[in-house]
Structure formats: C-alpha cells, structure tokens
C-alpha cells in the first residue's frame, strides 16, 4: 500500500474520480441522445488546441478548452443545416482538427513534447493545478445538468415535442455539445484523445441496461467509471502496462462481462 | 374564432413542391381528418402549423399568433417515434413533459402539475403504469402515453400525426371514442394516409395530396378522391373500419 502514499498516485486517485464523474454524467446523456461519433469529433478536432498550447507555451489544457468548445458549437450548428451531412463534417473536423495539432507541434521551437501523453491519457502525470482545474469543470458540469434537467430529458427523448413545448431545443443542444466538450478535457489527463469516447460511451452503455431513469443511469455509470478507472490503474501498475490503455481495456472487458450476464438472465428467465 | 389559419401556403423542399397554395381554417368543434397519400405533405403541413418548418410563401396563424408564438397551446401527438426499448425515462416521466409549455427553464414542477399528470394518465387509462419505461409498452399504449402528454399541457387544440399507423383495429375503435370525447371541448385534427381512419367520428375532412380539397360534410364525392389519389379509391376502403365515406358511385 506504500505506493497510494507518494504524491502521483493521490493525484492519479483524485483525477480518475472527477473524470469517472464527469462521464457518469455527461456520457449518459451522449448515450442516449446518440452524440457518441459527434463526441468523437469534437476530442479530435480538440487535438488541435492541444497543439495551440504548445504553439503558445501555455499549459496545453488551456488551449484544449477554447478549441474543443469552438468545435463543439461549430459542428453543432453547421450540421443543423439543413443541406449538410452530419456524417462528413464529423470526419471533416476530426481529420481538419489533428492535422492542425501536428502542423503547430512541429512549428513550436525547441523541445518536442510528450504527444503520446495526450493522445492516449497519462493519469499518473496530472499535476495538482490540473485536479483543481477539473473539480472545477466538474462543478459546472454539475450545476448546469442539475439546473436544466428536465430540459435535458426532454430533448435527448423527443427534441421537435420538445421544441413545440417552448423548450430553447437549439440553444440546449448546443449547450449539451459544450458540456460534452468540457468532459473531454477532463477526460484527456487521464485516458488521452483518442481513449476518450471509450469512457463516455462504456460505463453509461452498461448503466443503460441496469436502470429505468436517468439519474439513476447517471449514477451508476459513475461508480462503475470509478470502478474501471481506478481498477486499471491498479492493473497498470501491476502489469507495467500503460495507464489510459488498460483502463480502457479493463471497461471493455467489464461491458462483455456485462452484456453475456444479460443474455444469461434473459435466458433462465425465457426457460422457467 | 378559428384556431388556426392557413392563408396560400406553398412549401417545397429543394425543387420538390410539396405543398402548392393550401388554404385551411380549424375552427371550434371541428373534428378534422386530414388524408392523403404518403408524400402528400401531410407531415409537412403539420410541421409548418407547429412552427417546425417556415412556409416559402403564404401565413400561417395559431391562436391568433405566428406558430413559434402561439404553438405551446397545441398538444402535439407525433408518430411513431424511434426510441430504444431501453430508453431510461417511466410514463409518468414522459407525461410530466407535457408541463414544459408552462414551466420555464430554472422552475422546477409543481403539485398542480403532477395532479395534471395524473388527471391526464387516468383519461387515457394508463395511470396504472405510470413506472413503467415507455419502451416497453405496446404500440397502441405509447399512442395513449402520447395522448396524455399532450392533454398535460392543457390545450385548446389537438393534432395528431398518423395516429394508429400500427395499431390493430379493436384498439383503434376505442382510441376514436377517446378521441369524440376529447372533441367535446376542444378541435381535433387527425393525419393519416389510410381513408379507413375516417371513421364515425370525423366531422370534416380534407384531400391532402399538395393541394388541398376540403369538405365540410363528411362525405365526400369519387371526384375528390380521384384528385388526391389519381386511382379509384373504393379498394383503400377496404381495410378499414366498416364505414361508408363515399357516396355511391358508378364505375
């Protein structure tokens, strides 16, 4: 137990609860409303604030939060045209997106960062400010969920009802696609980029077939992303194995596991 | 006062004229069955009364007011809809939703509203599974779930999209009496593209097929029928409820 002492692993502990939260919550709305390839879209266009930061010398969060909040509202509101193909912009952004992170990493004089810490997470690097930073993404993400809840419900189960109702449908969906955009910045520190969406999608999937309400759906992605995020990290410590990648792995295993105890009941149920 | 007016309304998506000039009054006690085939524009008239799509040409007005103003007051009862059958939101959940057209954003609902809810549940006569998840109710229940989130918003007016699609005519029957007893306070307007929906209940009817023809008596003569459907239309008669909409007529 001397390793849960030293100084990374408290930090590694406290940012894969705050991201395990903030996909309980957020990742069961992408679940149901189906953003996950638009979730997709906006980490990896996100790569391209990452590569700002560096560009810039700040701490490369900070140029990943404008960056994935632009994308998000961008996709948002050009694929409500009418004309446009959700699809292609989504591959549009994403591919547009990366290619501008590699060209402004490669532009940064000097020192060639750590890429591969970002793109698929280091959970055992989170400095202190960056925990501070994601409780405080997290506080919003909770607020703004609490305060506009059934709203959210409304429009992930039948957004044109919805729209006739008087609800702003336009401005919530948008909004939904910023608060998608802020778990993905916490997310990175712990799984990277391109593990993201395993995190939004996984423990909200398996939550989705266990329960009957949203907050209840919430709730249980949570525990369960806690439960994935810290258990892979236990299984990467212990394997040598790298952090964001095994956590990842251990959730997929945890949704198989899942999926065959529910053919399983669903039979002994169908047989008796 | 009419509920809602329509005034030379032509709307086409791209190059395609889906609606062409339509005019339609909904006044006070109407009963109205809107039919026509599929690609009629029925949906699309629907969606431009309730404010969802802009007409290219012509007005629109709904309780006196543009649709985006005046809709709240429309219960709304839209087709079938594609959810997941493990959709995590209960009946009473969905019908809660019907509030929204009173409550703001920040306010939470009140006792009033869930009496509503219960009122409307119980009219529909599903209070009985208000716990349930909507998707695993039958077709034929989730339309009645529809009906009473539409009655929880307490309208002056209800429009109901191709109502019984799927659902097996014994539970249509009822669904109608449902429907005449709802008339009595307030219009209703049905959408369908099989003629059999007009059944004992409808007061008028309207041919939609991108020009409107409309018939204050229910019946209505072979040479509307011809407009909207191009064919003789006894066939589609068929398979409804046993009722006759056409006068006699020879071939």
Known sequence: ?272 | MSKVEIKNVSFSFGEVKVLNQVNLTIKDNDFLGIIGPNGGGKTTLLKIILGLLEPDQGEVWVFGQPPQKGRWQIGYVPQRMNFDRDFPISVWEVVLMGCLSRRGMLQGFTDEDKAEVKDALEKVGMLKFKDHPIGQLSQGQQQRVFIARALASSPKLLLLDEPTASVDPAVQKEFYSLLTLLNQHMPVVLVSHDIGVISSCVNKVACLNRELHYHDAKEMTQDDLNKTYGICAVEMLAHGVPHRVLKEHKH
Request: hydrophobic residues 55%; proline residues 2%; charged residues 10%.
């Open chain 1, 1 to 272: 137990m001397e390793i849960f002492r030293l100084e990374f692993m408290q930090n590694a502990i406290y940012a894969a609860l705050l991201a395990s939260l903030a996909c309980g919550v957020i990742g069961s709305l992408v679940v149901i409303k189906r953003l996950v390839s638009i979730a997709g879209g906006i980490a990896h266009t996100a790569f391209g604030g990452i590569g700002l930061g560096f560009f810039l010398g700040i701490n490369p969060i900070y140029g990943l939060i404008p960056v994935s909040l632009l994308s998000a509202v961008g996709i948002g509101l050009i694929s409500r045209k009418q004309h446009a193909s959700e699809d292609s912009l989504i591959g549009i952004f994403w591919s547009v997106g990366m290619a501008s992170g590699i060209i402004l990493i490669g532009l940064t004089p000097g020192y060639v960062p750590d890429l591969f810490s970002y793109l698929f997470g280091n959970i055992l690097t989170v400095p202190m400010s960056d925990i501070w930073l994601m409780l405080g993404l997290n506080a919003f993400i909770f607020t703004t969920v609490f305060l506009l809840y059934k709203e959210l419900l409304a429009v992930c189960f039948d957004e044109e009802g919805a729209e006739v109702l008087g609800v702003k449908t336009k401005v919530l969906y948008l909004l939904l696609l910023c608060l998608v955009a802020i778990t993905i910045v916490i997310l990175v520190r712990v799984v990277g980029i391109i593990l993201v969406i395993a995190l939004l999608t996984i423990p909200a999937s398996i939550a989705k077939q266990y329960t009957r309400s949203l907050k209840k759906m919430m709730f249980l992605a949570a525990i369960l992303g806690a439960v994935f995020t810290l258990g892979g990290l236990g299984l990467s410590y212990l394997l040598d194995w790298a952090s964001g990648a095994t956590i990842i792995l251990f959730a997929g295993s945890g949704f198989l596991l899942s999926l065959f105890s529910q053919r399983i009941s669903r039979r002994s149920k169908l047989s008796s």
